[in-house]
């Protein structure tokens, strides 16, 4: 008998609710702010983790998240 548990498999997070696109200025500050729930995962005690770079992979100067 070859037997399998679902509760392993990891799915991976999905939009839930949609972002509208975004425009940022040079040298002017920029803030985004997320809806809690516009990611959801059916995995339980999954933790979302957000990243941001240039085009190029290198990362944002003086780039600040914050959770409200």
Known sequence: VI?????LLNHAPVVAEAVADQTAV???AFVLTLPAGAFVDADANDVLVLDAAIDDGTALPAL????L
């Open 26 to 28: 040079a040298e002017r």
């Open 3 to 7: 037997g399998s548990d679902i509760a």
């Open 64 to 67: 600040g998240l914050s959770r």
